[in-house]
């Protein structure tokens, strides 16, 4: 027996039921995007490996473990992408999209790969939608941010489910001043520290500050805290932002430790985070990243980003919200041909409803089968209609239509089909 091939560790298939479900929530995020003003750009899976080098820093988890990269047959190295917004601020920069003076709103939706640990909740090609800002210096955009991904969870309905982590990491002087410092109380106690977290010490320090550990989190209760180290630039961007949310009502936390992952972030950081998905908890981050622009070639622009993982929020919902997993996408019709000849005239039947009416879901039934066989595969599908051809419809230009809600049945004249299936679908919902 030939060995059958399975998917690689750590990337899930999303099967056709699952589709439905996952592309109703994305919609509805969609939906949100679009209202506060945001266009869609779509990236390539594959950057330059220097890319990200430049833009997340060399000395990360991510690209130092984490990234997919190869080179390919022009000697090139690759990497597929670990996350989007590098992509978009290269593309920016390439198209000259910042020199205009209209800000830029976009919004990404994609699978990103990084070679991690999988677990539930946390895969190796995962899924990300993405909003980037770019042009805005203020405080106000980041509060706005913020309400847009405050405003996700409210129209998914679990808003009460979820925390918002908030904290300034000021500028690249505000965290050169309290490395120093970090450092230099990080080394007094390198004894509770293991090899990982000693190398830390010396080449990215506050990424300890993000430890899950708990020893070292307790550890850390007497450590140098940056809101001490901000200046007055980043106390007043920080405390608009906060007396914003206050007006809007939206609650959150002040995390001295949120720091995130990539070097690339400034100023504002936040996370949404939950308690009911256990250890992976972050169903969505962002922050404010002003130098990445010109540290990737570009003009000087501002910019802040927000990503939700997509395969996160999902399982959150389906736990919160179980029913809404359910969600079916159902056939409006399904045709039913019995006898000779009649395969061809209900093929020709459901191309003139696909050209009058291109928003209903058709299946023809295909392999035969009788009357009771053909009802049956339309139950399946959850139809709302069946059309009916068989050989006397065919005689007398007619199609019998049932309503498989109710039993009931009426016969048309072929003209007449189109007008009926419009008035059922549509007139009935005004």
Not at 177 to 184: D, F, P, Q, S, W
Not at 321 to 348: C, E, F, H, N, W
Not at 392 to 419: P, Y
Request: aromatic share 10%; with cysteine.
């Amino acid at each position: 027996m030939v060995k059958r091939i399975q998917s690689i560790r750590g990337m899930k298939d999303y099967l056709p039921k699952e589709m439905v479900f996952l592309q109703y929530l994305e919609n509805l995020l969609k939906q949100v995007l679009v209202s506060y003003g945001y266009s869609e750009i779509r990236l390539p899976i594959v950057e330059q490996t220097l890319l990200f080098k430049r833009a997340i820093g060399e000395i990360t988890d991510v690209v130092e473990k984490e990234m997919y990269s190869f080179e390919d047959l022009n000697g090139d190295h690759l990497t597929l992408r670990p996350e989007g917004t590098a992509g978009c601020v290269r593309a920016g920069i390439e198209h000259s999209l910042f020199h205009q003076k209209l800000e830029q709103r976009w919004w990404y939706i994609g699978p990103m790969f990084r070679h991690e640990r999988p677990q539930k909740g946390r895969y190796r090609q995962f899924y990300q939608l993405g909003a980037e800002v770019f042009g805005q210096h203020g405080p106000d955009i980041d509060a706005e941010l913020i309400m847009l991904t405050a405003r996700w969870w409210k129209v998914l309905g679990i808003s009460e489910y979820v925390t918002l982590e908030l904290n300034s990491i000021g500028s690249v002087d505000t965290r050169n001043r309290y490395c120093k410092a970090l450092v230099t109380f990080l080394v007094q106690h390198e004894r509770y520290l293991n090899n990982i977290y000693r190398r830390s010490i010396y080449t990215n320090p506050m990424r300890i500050l993000d430890t899950k550990n708990i020893q070292i989190q307790e550890l850390l209760n007497d450590a140098p805290v940056i809101a001490e180290y901000l200046d007055d630039n980043a106390h007043k961007h920080f405390s608009s932002i906060c007396k914003l949310l206050d007006l809007t009502g939206i609650n959150y936390k002040i995390n001295t430790r949120l720091v995130r992952g990539l070097d690339y972030y400034n100023y504002t950081v936040f996370e949404w985070t939950t308690k009911h998905l256990g250890s992976q908890g972050t169903i969505c981050a962002g922050g404010r990243y002003d130098l990445l622009v010109e540290q990737l070639g570009g003009k000087a622009t501002p910019a802040i980003g927000a990503a939700i993982g997509l395969d996160r929020l999902v399982l959150l919902v389906q736990r919160l919200k179980p029913s809404l997993s359910l969600i079916t996408l159902p056939i409006d019709i399904y045709i039913v041909a019995v006898g000779d000849a009649t395969q061809s005239r209900a093929m020709l039947l459901a191309e003139k409803i696909h050209d009058a009416i291109p928003s209903l879901r058709i299946v023809t039934n295909y392999g035969g089968g009788n009357f009771k066989k053909q009802f049956s595969r339309a139950n399946k599908y959850s139809a709302s209609l069946t059309l009916i051809i068989g050989e006397n419809e065919i005689v007398t230009q007619q199609v019998t239509i049932k309503d498989l809600s109710t039993g009931k049945q009426k016969t048309l004249a072929q003209n007449e089909i189109i007008a009926y299936l419009y008035s059922f679908f549509f007139k009935k919902k005004d």
